[in-house]
């Protein structure tokens, strides 16, 4: 490895494969002379942009605390720490190493941060040694086949037309799995059978998913700060739609950003120093790629915090001034606004009414459909999960067996093998036609934003259940606990009715925003020159908390907000979309609930018996290295985690150790057909859409028998909302007993019929609690 200095005593090591390609290249005068000078460049406007917003951001915060806000409060609980002691899942593949072109067996471990580390061995995990390398997978896109990974990695060069060519590596097997950056270093991994692709492939894009999530929203001040300076940066460029590269952490953010107009420049200064056949120059290109972002990372690290520093220490004089002057600033911006609004409100309706208000509908409509479906999906598993739990605690109704179960259900919202038929129904979202003219250069971003969401609403969700259960157990014991268990179902169940339909009018709302704000600011921007003059009605002293660009931004935002709102009130009342109207209010209808909202996450195993066999288990196997470390410690290793093992009958298992070496195809030849025929076996799944397990009840269909009616008056739907809410504690009201049938009454006949007839009894029960839970949410 090869240090090389980046400033502030900062290294970047770089391994000696891509020392030696950027000797040859000359890469190291090429990146000092413009990868230096651009990032400074970037980062230098971005912090004059940052130190504004900052100190807007900072007042924003300051008139909230003020004011208040009008927030709907949640039914649901939320989980604080969600995956506490928890890991994602851990295994056994192969990796294809750069340096010695070998597929070697590792050892992946995905910790709660979701981060991708790898080790040489299990054993190097179990000693918890530092492990060989860590992805962080913002940014990254997951492949399933050589021929996806060509097909983005073709348009990598200029002047190359060859698309189909053959790749710069052979799989070990016909199950690869590649993470593909547009920047940063890719990453080669196979696997021995398909079902194990494609639960690697699941947990790896929740990693994806996860690390794309964007900033804390716990940061008041900072997170609005930063993504208003990027924003700015960009739109200055002359970029005003969505950037999938908003994802990572600040650091990795600003690389984007920087890379963004770097790339093409380095590109046509290094392609000509390339020399070799075409896999050999894509290789090459990457490994420059790569040492190119990490040299650009370190400096935007470096530089951030700096800025960071700066405006940290200011916080507190520019808080205090806040604090004094808040009416003044307050009066001074609402009359800086008006003038604002004067002048650009008459060009905004203008062009509202023409380029705006005929395209709400359709895009509303393209929205909604495939949230409702994944939202639907999210409550059917919750409900399906809840229902198993029933029918095996009926045969065995014992606190052991319920805690079993909710050992199992507690970590449902992050096990993306059984979210995954819920994700996959946003996938469904499309926004085709509208990229050109709204400048939306794909719907992944809204689509993970959906996803990220459905989880919460999970998380959400049995973090609730477990709660109220818990407290059912407690001050009930164990009699009759399918009853118990069913009223903690109905609870929850509205509840999550009702969060979930705030959150996605919330959703499409920002959602909307997101489309067309961009586009108006294009727009208007032959305006926006023309706002400096209104500076000079700001008083100095409130100049660092009152920006013309962000006021222009704001009337601009409220001229297209009532339509937004206005759109999504009319989707509110048609009930197919299953959304609760805005006059339907449910505030304090369970004041006791949120008593146990500070609660930690249920430790059902060590609180019903369940504990001792992983005790004994520690015990057992308590020596390690020569040494015998207490229980405590071996249990602390022994983390539990959400995804199972894959266990696969009569195939073999990946051994722990990584002496298992595949060895790697040093020269492939440039047009060889055989390489691709090969890899054949691996690209059925092209597509990029992974199979789910279809175990469990079929797609849940609202079909009542009553008749849809998309008008029918808002105060009989507050009054059958408010009716089946009232039995939120305590016993069940009359409407919803008769919605539900007597679970344990029914099933104890299934048990007494013979085989046949006890299926189709069961069934029969399954389609009724299916029909009921349907009528709920409709």
């Known amino acids: 490895m090869v240090p090389l200095s980046v400033g502030r005593g900062q290294d970047i090591r770089l391994s000696s494969k891509i020392q030696a390609v950027c000797d040859k290249t000359g890469l190291f005068v090429i990146s000092f002379s413009l990868d230096v000078a651009r990032t400074g460049k970037v980062?230098?406007?971005?912090?004059?942009l940052y130190e504004q917003q900052y100190a807007v951001a900072l007042f924003n915060k300051v008139r909230f605390d003020v004011e208040g806000g009008g927030t709907l409060q949640p039914q649901l609980l939320h989980r604080k720490i969600p995956l506490e002691n928890k890991a994602?899942?851990?295994?056994?593949?192969?990796?294809?190493l750069e340096e010695n072109k070998k597929w070697r067996n590792h050892f992946l471990s995905i910790p709660d941060s979701h981060d991708v580390k790898y080790y040489d061995s299990k054993a190097s995990h179990d000693r918890l040694l530092h492990p060989k390398g860590t992805i962080?997978?913002?940014?990254?896109?997951?492949l399933t086949s050589m021929e996806q990974y060509l097909n983005l990695i073709s348009n990598s060069l200029p002047g190359e037309e060859r698309v189909g060519s053959s790749p710069f590596l052979k799989c070990a097997t016909p199950y690869p799995l590649i993470m593909w950056h547009p920047y940063a270093r890719h990453y080669y991994f196979c696997v021995t059978t398909e079902k194990e692709q494609q639960k690697w492939y699941m947990v790896l894009q929740d990693c994806v998913r996860h690390s794309n999530n964007g900033l804390s929203d716990e940061k008041k001040v900072q997170t609005p700060a930063f993504t208003n300076a990027v924003r700015l940066y960009r739109q200055a460029q002359g970029q005003y739609g969505t950037w999938e590269m908003m994802c990572g952490a600040p650091s990795q953010i600003l690389s984007n950003l920087v890379m963004e107009g770097l790339l093409s420049e380095l590109r046509d200064l290094i392609s000509p120093r390339l020399k070799g056949k075409l896999h050999e120059r894509q290789r090459n290109w990457i490994l420059i790629s790569d040492a190119v972002y990490s040299l650009v990372q370190a400096q935007c690290q470096t530089?951030?915090?700096?800025v960071l520093q700066k405006c940290e220490a200011n916080r507190s004089s520019l808080e205090a001034s806040i604090r004094t002057d808040v009416d003044q600033i307050i009066t001074s911006k609402e009359h800086v606004t008006n003038k604002i609004r004067a002048v650009v409100l008459p060009k905004a309706e203008k062009l509202l009414k023409v380029s705006i208000q005929p395209y709400i509908s359709s895009i509303l409509e393209a929205l909604l459909e495939p949230t409702s479906r994944g939202f639907f999906e999210v409550r059917e598993v919750f409900f399906r999960e809840l229902v198993d739990m029933s029918k095996n605690v009926l045969n065995e109704g014992t606190k052991e067996m319920v805690a079993q179960h909710m050992?199992?259900?507690s970590m449902l919202a992050f096990h993306p093998v059984k979210m995954c038929s819920c994700y996959e129904k946003v996938m469904q979202l499309s926004l085709e036609g509208l990229d050109q003219r709204f400048d939306i250069s794909s719907p992944s971003v809204f689509i993970q934003r959906v996803q990220i969401l459905m989880r919460e609403q999970m998380d959400n969700a049995v973090y609730t259940f477990e709660q109220i259960l818990h407290q059912s157990l407690e001050s009930q014991g164990g009699e009759d606990l399918c009853k118990t268990i069913q009223r903690c179902q109905d609870r929850v169940i509205k509840k999550f009715d009702y969060d979930s339909s705030t959150v996605r009018k919330c959703f499409f709302r920002e959602a909307l925003l997101q489309i067309f704000i961009p586009y108006i600011l294009k727009q208007l921007n032959p305006c926006f020159v023309s706002l400096p003059r209104f500076e000079e009605l700001i008083f100095e002293d409130f100049s660092h908390f009152i920006l013309v660009e962000n006021i222009f931004e704001e009337v601009v935002l409220q001229s297209v907000m009532k339509d937004i709102i206005m759109a999504v009130k009319e989707a509110a009342v048609q009930r197919r979309h299953n959304l609760y109207r805005d006059s339907i209010v449910l505030s304090n209808s369970d004041p006791n609930l949120h008593l146990l909202g500070d609660n930690p996450s249920i430790d059902w195993a060590g609180q019903y018996g369940g504990d001792q066999e992983e005790v004994d288990g520690a015990e057992n196997d308590a020596e390690y290295n020569g040494e015998v470390e207490s229980v405590t410690s071996r249990k602390k290793k022994r983390m539990k985690q959400v995804v199972s093992l894959i266990q696969t009958d009569g195939t073999a298992v990946l051994p722990s150790e990584s002496c298992l070496e595949v060895p790697g195809v040093e020269d492939i030849p440039e047009e060889d057909g055989e390489g691709r025929k090969e890899n054949g076996a691996g690209e059925e799944n092209s597509e990029n859409k992974p199979l789910c397990d279809q175990n469990g009840f079929a797609s849940l269909k609202a079909s009542t028998g009553k008749p849809e009616d998309d008008n029918e008056p808002e105060e009989q739907q507050k009054e059958e909302f408010q009716a089946t809410e009232s039995a939120g504690e305590g016993e069940e009201s009359q409407a919803v007993a008769e919605e539900q049938p007597s679970s344990k009454q029914e099933e104890s006949e299934v048990?007494?019929?013979?085989?046949?007839?006890?299926?189709?009894?069961?069934?029969e029960i399954q389609e009724t609690s299916v029909?009921?839970?349907a009528q709920r949410l409709k």
């Open 407 to 409: 050992e199992k259900i």
């Open 303 to 306: 530089q951030y915090e700096a």
């Open 751 to 763: 048990l007494l019929l013979p085989p046949a007839a006890a299926a189709q009894k069961e069934s």
């Open 136 to 142: 962080s997978c913002a940014g990254y896109k997951v």
């Open 43 to 48: 980062i230098a406007e971005f912090g004059r």
């Open 88 to 96: 994602i899942f851990s295994g056994s593949l192969f990796q294809y």
């Open 771 to 773: 029909a009921a839970g």
